[in-house]
Structures are given as structure tokens and as C-alpha cells.
């Protein structure tokens, strides 16, 4: 989106310019143009990308299941040099460092995201001897219920595991970035943190907070050599609708058509591991309505 900003900008700025000496018809013409090369660079690049982790050190939190289990196995066969996986469930993370294919490159944290001070604690001593290349806020969890209906410890949580443990994550990871001069930050945010949908309050709250949070972190830290990378992704299909919270904090239990209908997640995963690699600061995961969404948010 920052990049399309920065395109509309050069745009209107050509179109101008363009007018003022030769009359709209050329300026349109001239301006269209350049918007046309620009998306062929664009797609070109997309297209073409050769994905490779070789020698990085990767933090994905969330690594227990869907997205993150998915993008831990194909960092690790990209060339990744080693993978920290956290999430609550031990056995799960055991799991997918099992079947990763080189278990020697996985290792696995225990951190509960819902206890911001703990993850702060507990990263602050992970990342004094790990250089992690590259910080993937991932686990997350969503919500099925009426803000009426939900109780307020929830609404907590829910702002506890999506945005203020990733901001505790990225505290204790960001000095070894700024003294390595690189690093690359990267927040799975959600369709639901451009455009907000009924009985989804906290959810959307959580992820706007934590899209509104990156976009500042990221004009202060660019200039040291970091960027930070945020993906919106529309449905995947993942456990996320089950293991979501209702108004009461136990979980739904069910899956969502729309989830069952979504993107898998084998491909979800690679379209994001591309958007890293290839520094898109905003990259909106999904299809032509997905695009659309900044646009029709005026709900
Ligand atoms: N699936 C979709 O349609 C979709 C769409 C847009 C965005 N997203 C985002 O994608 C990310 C990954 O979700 P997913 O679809 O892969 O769902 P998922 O399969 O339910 O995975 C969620 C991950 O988050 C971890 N997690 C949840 N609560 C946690 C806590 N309190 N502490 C530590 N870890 C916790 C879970 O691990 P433990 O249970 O082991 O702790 C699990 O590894 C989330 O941020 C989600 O918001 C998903």
C-alpha cells in the first residue's frame, strides 16, 4: 500500500508537470504509461523471484500449526540456517521440527502470548545469543462472538496475543537489529486489519493496532538497515476459525465456510515467504476484492 501511495504520488506529480506544458491528453497518456511499465517491473519481479533462506536465522512465533508450521517447513527447505518456533503447545512445536526435515536446524520455545511481560522477559534472553536475521510475528488468535456478548478479559487477551506480545517480541529483538545495521521485521496481520467486519471487534482492534504500530516502527528503523514487512492475508485454510475465542473465552470449535473455501496453506506460506523476500513493506494476500479492500474501508 506505501508503495502504491508512493505510485499514485509520481503519478499525480507527472500528470501535473505533464499538463501544464502539454494539455491533458499527454499527460494522461504519459502518466498511464508509467503506471503500466512500473506494474510490468512489479510483476516481472513477482514472477520470477528464486526464494532462498540460505544462512538466516528466523523467530517465527505461532510455529505450532497452520501458517507458521507451513512456514518454518519451507524456510528449512529454502536453506534456512536455523528456525526458533514458539507457540503454548511443546508437543505440536516437537511435531513440526519432526517433520520439518532437518530437526538439527529447528528449536522450540515455549511462550504464551497472552502474558506480554513473560514474552518480554523470556525473548530478551533468547535474542541476547541468537542473531536473528529475520522475526516473523505470526500466532495469533481470532474471535466468533458480539462485543456485547464478549467479556472483557477477552477482549484483553485478544489485544495481548495479536499485537502487544509481537510489539514485546520485536522490543527484545530490535537492538541486536540495530547494532547488526540489519534485519527484516515481519507481522501476519489480517484482511481483518484493513477492512472491519462484525464479530470481529477485538480481532480487527488487534490487528489495526499492530499495522498502525509497524508503519511508524518502520519510518524510524529504515534508516538502520531494517524493514518491516506487513502481510493482510484473506482466508486460509487453517484451524484459525476453531481455535478462535467466544464472548466467554472457550473456543468455537468449528470450521468456517469461508475458511474451509480459503487460499491453502502451502501456498499462502510461499506467497508470504516471496513478500519477505522481496521487502514488500505492505503486501495484501489475496485475490482481486482483497486488492481492493484500503479502497472500500469505509464501512
Ligand atoms: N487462517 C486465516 O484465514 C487467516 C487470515 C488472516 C490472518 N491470519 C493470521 O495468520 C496467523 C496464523 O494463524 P493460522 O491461520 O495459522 O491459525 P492457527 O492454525 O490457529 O495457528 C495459530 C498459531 O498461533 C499460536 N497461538 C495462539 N494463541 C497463542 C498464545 N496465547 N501464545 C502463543 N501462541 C499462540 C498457536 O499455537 P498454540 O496454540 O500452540 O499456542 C498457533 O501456532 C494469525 O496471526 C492469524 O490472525 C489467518
New binding site residues.
Partial sequence: MSGKGNLLGLFIFVGVQTYKQYKWKNAFVLGLLIFVVVQAIRTFRWNHVKLNFAGKTVFI?????????EMCKQMIRLGAKKIII????VD??ERVKRESGAPEKVQVLQ????QPHDVLEKCTSLFANEKVDILVN?????QRDCFEDLGFDVCQKMMN??CL?HIAVIKACLPGMMERKQGKIVN?????GIVALPMRTMYSSS?FALSGFGKALRAEVKPHGISVIQTY????????S??AMTGDGTKFGKLDPN?AK?MA?DEAASQTLKAIQLNISEFILGGFIMQMAPYLSVS
Fill in positions: 512465533s505461532g510455529g505450532s500449526s497452520g501458517l507458521g508450521e514458539a507457540a503454548r503447545r505440536e512445536l511462550l504464551d502470548l497472552s505470526n500466532g495469533g488468535i481470532s496475543v495479536n506480545s501476519i496481520l489480517s484482511g481483518s490487528k492475508p484473506d482466508y486460509i485454510r487453517t484451524n484459525i476453531a481455535n475458511i480459503g496453506c
